[in-house]
Protein backbone atom coordinates (compact mmCIF):
# COMPACT_ATOMS: atom_id res chain seq x y z
CA UNK A 1 0.00 0.00 0.00
CA UNK A 2 1.07 3.53 -1.01
CA UNK A 3 1.43 5.80 1.94
CA UNK A 4 0.90 8.77 -0.91
CA UNK A 5 -2.14 11.03 -0.86
CA UNK A 6 -3.45 12.75 -3.57
CA UNK A 7 -4.65 15.65 -3.65
CA UNK A 8 -0.63 16.17 -3.15
CA UNK A 9 0.34 18.59 -0.13
CA UNK A 10 -1.09 22.40 -0.07
CA UNK A 11 -3.45 21.05 -3.44
CA UNK A 12 -6.99 21.49 -3.34
CA UNK A 13 -9.86 19.86 -5.13
CA UNK A 14 -12.11 22.58 -6.74
CA UNK A 15 -14.71 23.28 -9.47
CA UNK A 16 -14.53 26.03 -12.16
CA UNK A 17 -17.43 27.87 -10.96
CA UNK A 18 -15.43 28.00 -7.65
CA UNK A 19 -12.25 29.74 -8.99
CA UNK A 20 -13.79 31.79 -11.45
CA UNK A 21 -17.11 33.39 -12.75
CA UNK A 22 -18.71 32.32 -15.73
CA UNK A 23 -20.93 34.46 -18.44
CA UNK A 24 -22.69 32.73 -20.41
CA UNK A 25 -22.85 34.94 -24.28
CA UNK A 26 -25.81 36.50 -25.12
CA UNK A 27 -27.89 33.80 -27.18
CA UNK A 28 -28.88 35.83 -30.38
CA UNK A 29 -27.14 36.74 -33.71
CA UNK A 30 -25.82 40.52 -33.04
CA UNK A 31 -26.33 42.58 -36.49
CA UNK A 32 -22.78 42.10 -38.32
CA UNK A 33 -21.01 44.90 -39.56
CA UNK A 34 -17.91 45.29 -42.44
CA UNK A 35 -15.97 47.44 -39.06
CA UNK A 36 -16.76 48.69 -35.49
CA UNK A 37 -16.48 45.75 -32.58
CA UNK A 38 -14.79 42.85 -32.70
CA UNK A 39 -17.04 39.42 -32.36
CA UNK A 40 -15.02 36.60 -30.92
CA UNK A 41 -16.49 33.58 -32.42
CA UNK A 42 -15.72 30.08 -31.77
CA UNK A 43 -13.37 29.80 -34.47
CA UNK A 44 -11.27 32.69 -33.16
CA UNK A 45 -10.65 30.46 -30.27
CA UNK A 46 -7.10 28.58 -31.35
CA UNK A 47 -4.48 27.29 -29.21
CA UNK A 48 -4.98 29.48 -26.27
CA UNK A 49 -4.67 32.90 -28.26
CA UNK A 50 -7.77 34.52 -30.12
CA UNK A 51 -6.66 34.28 -34.05
CA UNK A 52 -7.84 37.97 -35.43
CA UNK A 53 -7.21 36.73 -38.87
CA UNK A 54 -10.62 36.59 -39.26
CA UNK A 55 -12.63 38.85 -37.58
CA UNK A 56 -16.39 39.27 -37.83
CA UNK A 57 -17.96 42.90 -36.51
CA UNK A 58 -21.04 44.86 -34.98
CA UNK A 59 -22.23 47.98 -34.07
CA UNK A 60 -22.57 50.34 -30.87
CA UNK A 61 -25.78 49.32 -29.83
CA UNK A 62 -25.34 45.60 -30.17
CA UNK A 63 -21.77 45.85 -28.75
CA UNK A 64 -23.38 47.38 -25.57
CA UNK A 65 -25.78 44.71 -25.56
CA UNK A 66 -23.35 42.06 -25.96
CA UNK A 67 -21.56 43.57 -22.79
CA UNK A 68 -24.23 43.71 -20.46
CA UNK A 69 -23.84 40.59 -18.63
CA UNK A 70 -19.44 40.99 -18.69
CA UNK A 71 -17.12 43.28 -20.16
CA UNK A 72 -14.24 40.88 -21.59
CA UNK A 73 -10.98 42.30 -19.60
CA UNK A 74 -7.25 41.55 -20.20
CA UNK A 75 -6.63 37.94 -19.14
CA UNK A 76 -10.05 37.16 -19.14
CA UNK A 77 -10.48 33.61 -20.87
CA UNK A 78 -13.12 32.66 -23.67
CA UNK A 79 -14.18 29.44 -23.90
CA UNK A 80 -16.12 27.75 -26.88
CA UNK A 81 -19.25 25.42 -25.73
CA UNK A 82 -19.56 23.77 -29.51
CA UNK A 83 -18.30 23.84 -32.59
CA UNK A 84 -15.24 23.06 -31.25
CA UNK A 85 -16.26 22.15 -28.01
CA UNK A 86 -13.80 23.30 -25.55
CA UNK A 87 -11.29 25.69 -27.10
CA UNK A 88 -10.00 28.25 -25.56
CA UNK A 89 -8.33 31.47 -26.01
CA UNK A 90 -7.12 34.43 -23.53
CA UNK A 91 -8.33 38.40 -24.31
CA UNK A 92 -5.21 40.14 -24.58
CA UNK A 93 -6.29 43.34 -26.02
CA UNK A 94 -10.40 43.52 -24.46
CA UNK A 95 -10.80 46.62 -26.76
CA UNK A 96 -13.60 46.71 -28.67
CA UNK A 97 -14.19 43.30 -28.12
CA UNK A 98 -17.28 41.30 -27.46
CA UNK A 99 -18.98 37.58 -27.58
CA UNK A 100 -20.44 35.56 -30.05
CA UNK A 101 -22.95 33.00 -29.79
CA UNK A 102 -21.86 29.25 -28.34
CA UNK A 103 -18.89 31.03 -26.13
CA UNK A 104 -18.71 31.67 -22.68
CA UNK A 105 -16.87 34.35 -20.69
CA UNK A 106 -14.67 32.90 -17.72
CA UNK A 107 -13.27 35.56 -15.06
CA UNK A 108 -10.49 33.81 -12.76
CA UNK A 109 -10.72 35.34 -9.55
CA UNK A 110 -9.23 32.24 -7.29
CA UNK A 111 -6.51 30.58 -9.54
CA UNK A 112 -3.92 32.23 -11.81
CA UNK A 113 -5.24 32.77 -15.30
CA UNK A 114 -2.60 31.52 -17.35
CA UNK A 115 -2.43 28.36 -15.14
CA UNK A 116 -6.21 28.11 -15.59
CA UNK A 117 -5.46 28.31 -19.45
CA UNK A 118 -3.33 25.64 -19.56
CA UNK A 119 -5.53 23.56 -17.44
CA UNK A 120 -8.05 24.10 -19.73
CA UNK A 121 -6.06 23.30 -22.99
CA UNK A 122 -5.09 20.22 -20.95
CA UNK A 123 -5.82 16.23 -22.59
CA UNK A 124 -7.62 15.51 -20.00
CA UNK A 125 -9.59 18.79 -19.49
CA UNK A 126 -10.40 18.57 -22.94
CA UNK A 127 -11.82 14.55 -23.03
CA UNK A 128 -14.03 15.95 -19.69
CA UNK A 129 -15.45 18.95 -22.03
CA UNK A 130 -16.35 16.06 -24.61
CA UNK A 131 -17.75 13.41 -22.29
CA UNK A 132 -21.43 14.32 -20.70
CA UNK A 133 -21.73 14.05 -17.33
CA UNK A 134 -20.09 10.30 -17.64
CA UNK A 135 -22.40 9.09 -20.30
CA UNK A 136 -19.72 8.26 -22.08
CA UNK A 137 -21.38 9.81 -25.23
CA UNK A 138 -20.06 12.74 -26.91
CA UNK A 139 -22.06 16.38 -26.20
CA UNK A 140 -23.05 18.24 -29.13
CA UNK A 141 -22.54 21.65 -26.74
CA UNK A 142 -21.11 22.20 -23.28
CA UNK A 143 -24.03 23.08 -21.23
CA UNK A 144 -22.70 25.96 -18.34
CA UNK A 145 -23.84 23.55 -15.18
CA UNK A 146 -21.52 20.68 -16.65
CA UNK A 147 -18.58 23.97 -17.01
CA UNK A 148 -19.44 25.09 -13.91
CA UNK A 149 -18.95 22.05 -12.31
CA UNK A 150 -15.90 21.20 -14.01
CA UNK A 151 -13.60 19.47 -11.15
CA UNK A 152 -9.69 19.62 -10.55
CA UNK A 153 -7.29 19.89 -8.17
CA UNK A 154 -5.20 23.07 -8.36
CA UNK A 155 -1.77 23.40 -6.50
CA UNK A 156 -0.73 26.92 -4.41
CA UNK A 157 -0.59 30.13 -6.36
CA UNK A 158 2.65 30.42 -6.14
CA UNK A 159 3.25 27.03 -8.06
CA UNK A 160 0.57 27.89 -10.25
CA UNK A 161 2.57 30.90 -11.07
CA UNK A 162 5.48 28.84 -11.88
CA UNK A 163 3.74 26.47 -13.79
CA UNK A 164 2.38 29.36 -16.25
CA UNK A 165 5.32 30.86 -16.29
CA UNK A 166 7.65 27.62 -17.82
CA UNK A 167 5.07 26.88 -20.08
CA UNK A 168 4.28 30.55 -21.57
CA UNK A 169 8.00 30.61 -22.09
CA UNK A 170 7.99 27.41 -24.48
CA UNK A 171 4.21 28.87 -25.84
CA UNK A 172 6.73 31.74 -26.70
CA UNK A 173 9.78 30.02 -28.40
CA UNK A 174 6.43 28.12 -30.64
Known amino acids: ASSSSFPPNGWVETTLGEVCEIFDCPHSTPNWT????????????????????????????????????????????????????????????????????????????????????????????QNEFKISENTGSVVSNLRIPLIKNLAFTIPPLPEQQAIASVLSAFDDKI
Not at 45 to 58: A, N
Not at 81 to 91: F, L, N, T
Open 34 to 125: QSGYFVVRNYNLVDGRIDESKKSYTDQVNYEQRIKRAVPKKGDIILSREAPIGAVGMVINAEDLCLGQRVVLIKPHSIHNKYLLYKLLSPSV
